[in-house]
Structures are given as C-alpha cells and as structure tokens.
C-alpha cells in the first residue's frame, strides 16, 4: 500500500465547504462565519508550520529544540485555555494554573510513554515525541477549558449558596464539593465519550490518519488504544489539578469565598 | 442588663463603609439593630460572622476570632438571612441530625416535613425551617438579618418565641435586624441604629435597659 498524495487544489475543494458554511451562518445571522473562518485559516498555517517544522526536526535530532517546541505548545495550550472562558480568573493565575497542570499531566505521561512503553531510540525521537504530546496536550486542554469554565461560572452563579452553606459552618471544600464534581464531569465527558463510542460510532482521527497512510489495521488500533488509554489519563489528571488549585483560589484562607478574583464577579 | 455575663465583644470593627464598630452582646439578651437599606447592616452582620474582611478584634467567650477555625466560628456566631437558601433535593439532607419535633410543633410545621421536597415548601417554611437548621449547630450568637420579613404576622410571632426561648435555655445571645419597631419592641431589650457606618443608640419607647 501506498499513500496517495493530496494536492493544493484537493485541500482548497475541500475548503470551500467551510465557506459555505460561513455563508449559511451569516445569512442566519448565527455569527459563527468570522469564527469558522479565522479558525480554518489558523489550523492551515498552524499545520504548515509544525509540518516544516517536523521535517526539520526528523533530520536534526537535537534535545535542545525538541524542548523548545514542546514548549511553545504547552505555552499555546495554556493560552487557549483562557481564552475561552466565560469568567476567567483574573491576573495570571488562570494561566499559570492551566500551563502547570497541563504540564503535571501532559508532560509527564508523555515522557513516560516514550521512555518505558513505546521506546524509540532515542526516546525523545520527535517522530513520536511530537504527535504524542501534541495529542496529550491537545485533548487535556480540552478537559482544563470546559472545567475551568464550568467552575467559575457555576461559582458565580451560585454565590449566594456557597455562602449560605458557610454561614452554616461548612469548610470551603464542603461548601464547593457540588460544583466541584459537576465540573469535573463536565471536563471528563469528552474522554469517555471518545473512549465509549471508537470504533462503533466514529473512527478516531489518529487511526484513520494511519490507516489512510498506509498503516496495518490492527497495528492502527493498538497505537489507537494506546492513546486513547492516554489521552483520557492524562485529560482526567490535568482536569483534577487544575481544579484543586481553582477551587482553592476561589476561597481565602479564612474560608471566605472571593469572587473578585474572577472577572465579573464582586 | 446589669451582672449579665458577655457572649460575644466587638471592638474596633471595621468593613468596607463599616465602622469603627464597639458592641458586646450579654448573654439572653438580643439587640436590636435598625437601618436605612444602603447603612451597612449586612455588611456588619457578615463582617461579624467572619464572611467578608475586616480589621479590629472580636472576642466570643475569651476566644478572639482568628485564634478559631473559620468554619468553627461560624456554627457559633450564626448569620441567618432573610432569604434561605437550600441546595439538597429534601429538607432533611440539610440537617445533621433528626429535626427536634417540639421546635416544629412550636413552629407550626408539620413533623413530617423531613423528607419532603425541598422546592414543595413555601418561602414561609423555608424560612422557619432555616432558623431550625441554624439552631442545631448550637450558636452562641445569632445574626438576625430580617428573619421574619417572609412572615406572616403568626409566624413572626412563633419565630420570635422559638428564638426567645433558645437564648434563655442555651445562655446565648443575639442581634435582630428589622425595619419593624414594634417587633424590636417585642424581641430586644436594647436597640441601636446603623446611620452611615456608626452605631447609635435608638431609643424605642418600651424598651428599658
């Protein structure tokens, strides 16, 4: 099997879909042209670049960029993170919090894969390095985003209960515990409903990706698996320290609750 | 008020527009405290009840609030809005213990209120119910921010009698915010008046210190 190579024209027939549907969005006026848009011109120079970069990288085997790469996605991921969210912390911390947990989980996860299971030679070979981290990063900055939104909003939202549950004598844990775990369900889902519908209701990206490059069908899977297994550790992981350390910022030490440190709040 | 021993001593408060505040609170007495909405009486109360920042010290029985635990000084310095809140699917998810069936009764609440639905009751039941949720942490103060203003005028009454009877028998003490002074007349054995972040003491005819 070889793979058949895509040509610009291909790409740019295909893009034209997304222009269609920017035009159907602003005819219904759902405002999601300008969005889909500059996404799509985003993803395609996003791509581009880490697609020079990759090749530059397989030839040049050196620590030093590999690190520098990783990163620039982990500072990226951290970005996207608050840029998406309804009421973000306020200063650096919502940042600063999402770049660490990602890293607690991403990070490590992926340098132990690479180092024990998979094993390249050398293990931090970017072949595997890269998409590997990419696709841990990518997916726990989904986790971290919703739950973190969910967080601040319901926080917001609920105010008046938290406090109510304080007046009571519950500890600042207590008071959040509901919010809590609703945001880390909230934060899981897309995980689980990835793990829960592969195979029967869609072909995940990476292993159709495979397939169409040319892979064995079982070697795709076990690779699918793998990540899979991955992805949904490492989201659950970073999802959890992101909201201990939010959860902890939403409350001062006297077990006050302190809204002014989300951007809307009093 | 004389020869009463002292349950709670504020000295010095200050929050936001608040203060300085001086107040102590004697044990079985309630004070009652009125305002124009906007004076301050909330912040006071939460300031008191430790919810919200403030400087100066305040002193529940030889214990200065920082020496506690913040959720240990809020069972014993208890806040009780107007408006209750209640997060549980049942009444009794909210408390820790079998509700006392005497403060119900007392309260004219059916015994068997516990396992009802929480979004069945009135706002009335939800109100009594809330100051019964607060009793059974066994305050040592209790910060009244309207209790009754989602009352009728029997209930309000039974409210006041349960409260009453509570400072007595636990040998606790209390502030009652109202815009009522008929009901301050009934409830307070002294009354003072929040007017721009300063105590001042109100003198309502009937009451005598």
Not at chain 1, 176 to 187: F, S, T, V, Y
Not at chain 2, 143 to 167: C, G, H, M
Request: aromatic content about 6%.
């Amino acid at each position: 099997m070889s793979i058949i190579t895509l040509s610009v024209w291909d790409l740019l027939a295909t893009s034209s879909l997304i222009l269609i549907l920017a035009a159907i969005s602003l005819k219904q006026q759902f405002n999601l042209h300008k969005q889909l848009i500059i996404a799509a011109i985003r993803a395609t120079i996003q791509l581009f670049l880490i697609g020079f970069i990759l090749r530059w990288l397989f030839g040049d085997i050196n620590p030093l960029w590999l690190i520098v790469v990783a990163l620039v996605m982990l500072l990226a991921a951290g970005h996207e993170v608050i840029s998406r969210q309804q009421r973000p912390f306020t200063g650096s911390f919502g940042y600063l919090s999402s770049v660490l947990s990602m890293f607690l989980s991403s990070f490590i996860l992926a340098i132990a894969t690479l180092s024990i299971i998979i094993q390249p030679d050398p293990w931090f070979s970017p072949q595997y390095a890269i998409p590997l981290l990419g696709m841990l990063l990518g997916n726990t900055m989904n986790g971290i985003s919703i739950s973190m939104d969910r967080l601040t909003t319901t926080a917001w939202q609920q105010q008046q209960i938290i406090e109510q549950r304080l007046m009571l004598g519950e500890q600042s844990s207590e008071a959040l515990a509901d919010i809590k775990k609703d945001a880390m369900r909230a934060g899981m889902i897309p995980s689980i409903n990835g793990m829960a519908s592969a195979g029967i209701v869609a072909l995940p990206g990476m292993m159709t990706g495979q397939i169409l490059a040319g892979s064995a069908p079982l070697d795709a899977v076990k690779y699918q698996l793998l990540i899979l297994f991955l992805i949904t550790a490492g989201s659950g992981f970073g999802v959890y320290a992101s909201l201990e350390l939010g959860s902890r910022r939403l409350f001062d030490q006297r077990h006050r609750l302190r809204l002014e440190r989300i951007a809307g709040g009093s | 008020m004389l020869f009463s021993t002292v349950i709670l001593s504020i000295e010095k408060l200050c929050s936001l527009h608040v203060g300085p505040i001086n107040l102590t609170f004697p044990a079985q007495h309630c004070i009652g405290l009125s305002g124009p909405s906007g004076c301050g009486k909330s912040v006071l109360l939460k300031a008191i009840a430790d919810l919200i920042d403030s400087s100066g010290t305040i002193t529940l029985e030889g214990q200065s609030c920082i020496n506690v635990e913040a959720p240990d000084w809020r069972r014993k310095v208890q806040l009780i809005p107007a408006e209750s809140l209640w997060w549980h699917s049942t009444v009794g998810e909210h408390f820790q213990h079998q509700i006392n069936p005497k403060q119900l009764t007392q309260l004219s609440l059916q015994p068997d209120i516990e396992q009802q639905a929480v979004n069945q009751l009135s706002s009335g039941q939800k109100q009594r119910l809330a100051i019964l949720r607060s009793l059974e942490k066994k305050p040592r103060v209790l910060l009244l921010d309207e209790p009754t203003a989602s009352l009728d005028t029997d209930n309000t009454k039974r409210v006041e009698a349960v409260i009453k009877e509570y400072l007595t028998v636990k040998n606790a003490s209390a502030l009652w915010v109202s815009h009522d002074p008929e009901q301050l007349k009934r409830v307070a054995t002294k009354t003072l008046k929040l007017m721009n972040g300063q105590l001042e003491v109100d003198h309502i005819e009937g009451i005598s210190e």
